[in-house]
């Protein structure tokens, strides 16, 4: 007869725990086994409490075990038991193979120890093995296609959710009385006119900082009065309208997207629906009609709140009279210019609005999946505006303007 | 069962704003018992919960669990505290950016050594346990429907075999047999376990089955606890009609 005993330093859990401790509660002893072999059989003798705070102190020795005779289980010296106990026991068993053959073998008198490993039996199963990780070359291949593919299939989404989107406006214009006014100035007012302080804030001080850049480059040729036409040209055709772009696509797509998503996770939009409200007419073209008003008329803000910082710099730094400025803007910077700027400002709120709902509908169940359409969200409508500006430019430049 | 109760409330007031909730509420759960707590909607049940669990903070009035007073203690005690209670609320609260498994994977790593091999078994245990298919752990949540959700919040309630449990209505919202199949689960568990349980349901057919005593809440106290034989004796209208009610009698088969 041989005779193993095995012990875990584990006493400082215990002692770690103590502190908070019910008074009435006993203190928890460490589990401990001890192999008893003979010929028939092995006794696994149990002493201490095998409880969850516990069991890990055990749980090598216990997988480490290489049993051949049939195992039984002796629990009269068991202290407390609970499902983890009682788990790692049935799976010891069930390793040594004796636990095959309906019951387990127990021997001892313990209060609930029999009932406990019966119960756990039932439903404990050996854990499924988990995938190996392919970190090959080719899985970085497959990768690397399967993110080309996403992108081409999101352009191509994004391109049929504006036919749809548009067609749906179409059939909306041909029946105003059909749009949801209450729907369109309420977006007007939360993503256009709350939005109108930090752009032209935003504006401003970039006329400011074009402005500086301007006098410091020019004032070595003595050029400096033509820091106006720097300011007159980069802000009507370029800085008022994608400094609006970009506030809109971080402010008005988070929140556009937010709110749908919201409303698609909690079956709102499911509901809708089924009481035969389509929610390309409740919630998409509302906010495509109010982003195509007010965009515009933001951008317009912009571009004058960035005029007048230049103005200012002008004024302070270059002692160019503001009256002098206008005269000199008026002159030498064509209308052209400010129409070219405008008209990208429709262009850019479509493309955040639609980003937004898609993004918005694109939510599934679960929290994870609305923070991820937010971020595409932005980062798509970010993308789109400077691409398109890029675009824009490339356009105006062939019809020389 | 000890002489002391597991939770002990005196004199307990909460509100909301103006709107007060409860009022010189008085109420004793004692060790391995199960009670069920009942009353009209709107009389506070889950307020109650809530406030044993020390997520909503009473205006007035003590409350003991263990025979700790929550507010008083510190931090390290308030863990020690938290590691022998599960709570399974009212939709499951299962943290949606994880898989079921590392769910009722989280209270292990929080509170115990378990290694990741054994904690994974053990969470796989649960799953089963409460009655779930095996290959539910590597689901989210979100793919799970209304009934196995709650399973899976009562796997991650039971994760640290806790002595104490704390149920939100765990059968409302399931069909009668998945219910059934609930009250016997949790009847299995309390006995072989000696699991205390503080159960807030509307389901006559749980009480019947699984409650040692039930509280009745309303007129912002607990207006009557006993089993359910002295609670049909009680003169109250609203308990009457409760346990007199069609649904009532056909429960407990009078």
Same mark, same amino acid.
């Given at each position: 007869m041989k005779f193993h005993l095995f012990e875990c330093p584990c006493l400082k859990h215990v002692l770690l725990g103590k502190s908070g401790s019910y008074t009435l509660m006993a203190e928890t002893v460490s589990p401990e086994f001890a192999l008893d072999e003979s010929d028939e059989r092995t006794v696994l003798r149990l002493t201490g409490d095998w409880t969850v705070q516990h069991v890990q102190d055990v749980d090598d020795a216990l997988r480490a075990l290489n049993v051949s005779s049939p195992l039984a289980v002796d629990v009269s010296d068991l202290g407390k038991l609970d499902t983890a106990g009682a788990f790692v026991i049935d799976r010891t068993l069930r390793a040594a193979g004796?636990?095959?053959?309906?019951e387990p073998e127990i021997i001892g008198d313990h209060p609930n120890a029999t009932r406990l490993i019966a119960q756990i039996h039932a439903v404990s199963?050996?854990?499924?093995?988990?995938?190996?990780?392919?970190?090959? #070359?080719?899985?970085?291949?497959?990768?690397?296609?399967?993110?080309?593919?996403?992108?081409?299939?999101?352009?191509?989404?994004?391109?049929?959710?504006?036919?749809?989107?548009?067609?749906?406006?179409?059939?909306?214009?041909?029946?105003?009385?059909?749009?949801?006014?209450?729907?369109i100035v309420a977006v007007m007012e939360e993503s256009g006119l709350d939005a109108l302080p930090i752009i032209t804030f935003l504006s401003f001080f970039v006329g400011m900082v074009i402005a500086f850049i301007g006098a410091t480059t020019l004032k070595s040729f003595d050029l400096e009065i033509y820091t106006v036409e720097l300011i007159g040209y980069s802000e009507l055709r370029?800085?008022?309208?994608?400094?609006?772009? #970009?506030?809109?696509?971080?402010?008005?797509?988070?929140?556009?997207?937010?709110? #749908?998503?919201?409303?698609?996770?909690?079956?709102?939009?499911?509901?809708?629906?089924?009481?035969?409200?389509?929610?390309?007419?409740?919630?998409?073209?509302?906010?495509?009609?109010?982003?195509?008003?007010?965009t515009p008329v933001l951008a317009f803000a912009?571009?004058?709140?960035? #005029?007048?910082?230049?103005?200012?710099?002008?004024?302070?730094?270059?002692?160019?009279?503001?009256?002098?400025?206008?005269?000199?803007?008026?002159?030498?910077?064509?209308?052209?210019?400010?129409?070219?700027?405008?008209?990208?400002?429709?262009?850019?709120?479509?493309?955040?609005?639609?980003?937004?709902?898609?993004?918005g509908l694109n939510v599934g169940g679960s929290v994870q999946s609305l923070g991820r359409a937010t971020t595409t969200s932005v980062v798509q409508a970010l993308f789109s505006i400077i691409a398109i500006d890029a675009l824009f430019a490339i356009f105006y430049m062939e019809l020389d303007i | 069962?000890?002489?002391?109760?597991?939770?002990?409330?005196?004199?307990?007031?909460?509100?909301?704003?103006?709107?007060?909730?409860?009022?010189?509420?008085?109420?004793?759960?004692?060790?391995?018992?199960?009670?069920?707590?009942?009353?009209?909607?709107?009389?506070?049940?889950?307020?109650?919960?809530?406030?044993?669990?020390?997520?909503?903070?009473?205006?007035?009035?003590?409350?003991?669990?263990?025979?700790?007073?929550?507010?008083?203690?510190?931090?390290?005690?308030?863990r020690s505290l938290e590691r022998r209670w599960?709570?399974?609320?009212?939709?499951?609260?299962?943290?949606s950016n994880l898989t079921v498994r590392e769910n009722v994977m989280v209270p292990m790593k929080e509170h115990t050594n378990l290694g990741p091999k054994l904690s994974a078994e053990l969470a796989d245990m649960k799953i089963r346990l409460a009655g779930l298919e095996p290959d539910a752990g590597d689901k989210f949540p979100s793919d799970l429907s209304g009934g196995m959700r709650k399973r899976a919040a009562l796997a991650r309630a039971l994760a640290?075999?806790?002595?104490?449990?704390?149920?939100?209505?765990?059968?409302?919202?399931?069909?009668?047999?998945?219910?059934?199949?609930?009250?016997?689960?949790?009847?299995?568990?309390?006995?072989?376990?000696?699991?205390?349980?503080?159960?807030?349901?509307?389901?006559?057919?749980?009480?019947?089955?699984?409650?040692?005593?039930?509280?009745?809440?309303?007129?912002?106290?607990?207006?009557?606890i006993g089993t359910i034989d002295e609670l049909r004796a009680f003169d109250h209208p609203w308990v009457q009609e409760y346990f007199g009610g069609p649904r009532g009698r056909a429960a407990t088969g009078h």
């Open positions: 004796s636990a095959e053959e309906g199963t050996p854990a499924p093995e988990s995938p190996a990780q392919d970190g090959s #070359i080719m899985a970085l291949l497959d990768r690397t296609g399967r993110s080309f593919m996403h992108i081409a299939s999101e352009s191509i989404a994004t391109l049929a959710f504006l036919g749809e989107t548009l067609a749906t406006c179409a059939r909306m214009l041909l029946q105003p009385w059909k749009l949801r006014w209450t729907s370029e800085f008022g309208v994608v400094l609006t772009g #970009i506030v809109l696509a971080g402010r008005t797509n988070s929140s556009f997207t937010a709110q #749908i998503g919201t409303m698609k996770m909690r079956q709102e939009i499911d509901a809708m629906q089924t009481l035969g409200l389509k929610p390309m007419e409740v919630l998409v073209v509302p906010r495509v009609l109010a982003m195509l008003i007010m912009a571009t004058l709140a960035g #005029i007048a910082g230049g103005v200012m710099v002008a004024w302070l730094a270059l002692d160019i009279n503001p009256g002098v400025f206008i005269v000199r803007l008026r002159d030498s910077v064509p209308l052209d210019q400010f129409w070219v700027g405008m008209s990208k400002a429709p262009v850019f709120g479509l493309v955040c609005v639609l980003i937004a709902c898609r993004q | 069962m000890s002489a002391d109760p597991i939770i002990r409330i005196r004199d307990l007031e909460t509100r909301f704003g103006t709107h007060t909730v409860h009022e010189h509420l008085d109420l004793d759960v004692e060790r391995g018992e199960v009670l069920g707590v009942v009353g009209p909607s709107g009389t506070g049940k889950s307020v109650l919960l809530r406030a044993i669990v020390g997520l909503k903070h009473p205006s007035a009035g003590s409350i003991e669990v263990f025979g700790r007073k929550l507010d008083t203690l510190g931090d390290e005690e308030r599960g709570v399974m609320f009212q939709d499951g609260a299962l943290f640290l075999d806790p002595e104490l449990l704390f149920l939100d209505e765990p059968t409302a919202g399931l069909d009668p047999i998945t219910a059934a199949g609930f009250d016997t689960l949790l009847r299995q568990l309390q006995k072989s376990l000696g699991l205390s349980v503080f159960l807030v349901t509307h389901d006559v057919d749980t009480l019947n089955a699984v409650c040692d005593r039930i509280a009745v809440l309303g007129e912002k106290k607990v207006l009557a």
